[in-house]
């Protein structure tokens, strides 16, 4: 589907080549089954075995960290489902040079973990909760209780993680629940960011489930007064706008209607140890066997930072993982 820029969501090239941001898959496995992120057979999980240890993880990000890594964020499948998640963002929070440490979670598990992540040096959550209406969540979801996934945003606050994002992938029934997330960021410093859906898996891709993020920003600024503004700390692309005395936001990531490729500043490394340079991209690195060598491990972190692309059109979809696999 090509989508044009529409005013008010435009993205202003800046310099290409500065690549700070490391997204640390520690789990292919998740506790929900959400339509957009797994083929309807589900994914054969990982063993034991051929999963990143803990250790393996912090001893790749030593390294990262050498070759100007200086932003970690914790992701999966769902990471809260691996157990002692917690124990790993300690262990990351100790690495010197490591500036930023956030996690990623659909928040079913927060309310259990929130405070020990926090205890451990975690500074910030993303939780994704692609709809507010109970019926639809579970529609989404395939079968999973929105109650609980609200809970885990309530206990993102208590704990005090700072900022706290709301993911909202931008799918097929989201135009009808608009004026219920304006209204969240009126009544909580939330701050809500609208993701289109980006086809990284082809047996994932379906037409209809496009919903372009400049349509989303035209209907809500049809209906609500809406002010650009700057966004939460962060690293990622969003642009924001916000109701006036609101205190959360509304964000717009527009991957797939307007390419902010050139902008890129991320690597992912899988559970299994995969290094991926490009989210759209199947090229992987295996760089599992380089961990313990830290000098063979720099050598192919640098050739890989080197043959990054930063230009969607040079890239073509080659996935044969689900974004579960993946790590987002």
Not at 197 to 216: I, K, Q, S
Request: hydrophobic share 40%; charged share 25%.
């Amino acid at each position: 589907m090509r989508v044009h820029y529409t005013s008010g969501m435009s993205v202003t090239p800046a310099r290409a080549g500065r690549v700070d941001y490391l997204r640390l898959s520690v789990t292919d496995r998740c506790n929900l089954r959400c339509t957009y992120c797994m083929p309807p057979e589900g994914v054969l999980p990982r063993s034991h075995d051929d999963i990143l240890s803990y250790e393996e993880l912090v001893a790749f990000t030593r390294v990262a960290v050498s070759c100007g890594i200086r932003k970690v964020r914790i992701t999966g499948g769902e990471p809260l489902v691996r157990h002692g998640c917690a124990d790993l963002v300690g262990m990351l929070a100790q690495i010197e040079g490591v500036a930023d440490l956030s996690l990623t979670t659909n928040g079913v598990l927060l309310p259990r973990f929130a405070d020990d992540l926090r205890r451990h040096g975690l500074r910030r959550v993303n939780v994704s909760i692609d709809s507010l209406d109970p019926a639809r969540y579970a529609a989404v979801t395939r079968g999973a209780c929105l109650r609980d996934a609200l809970a885990g945003l309530d206990a993102a606050f208590a704990a005090g993680f700072e900022p706290v994002k709301l993911n909202v992938l931008l799918l097929e029934g989201v135009e009808d629940e608009l004026d219920a997330f304006v209204d969240l960021t009126r009544e909580r410093a939330v701050h809500v960011r609208f993701i289109e859906f980006m086809p990284v898996d082809r047996r994932l891709v379906v037409e209809g489930h496009m919903v372009p993020a400049p349509r989303v920003l035209e209907l809500l600024r049809a209906r609500h007064v809406l002010e650009p503004v700057a966004g939460p700390y962060g690293h990622g692309p969003a642009r924001y706008w916000a109701a006036p005395g609101a205190p959360g936001t509304i964000g717009f990531i527009a991957g797939v209607s307007e390419h902010f490729c050139e902008r890129c500043n991320r690597l992912r490394l899988t559970a299994d140890g995969r290094l991926r340079t490009c989210l759209f991209s199947g090229e992987e690195t295996d760089v599992r066997p380089l961990i313990g060598r830290p000098q063979e491990l720099r050598a192919a972190l640098e050739a890989a930072l080197s043959a990054k692309t930063f230009d969607r059109r040079r890239e073509r979809l080659a996935n044969h993982r689900s974004m579960s696999q993946i790590g987002g």
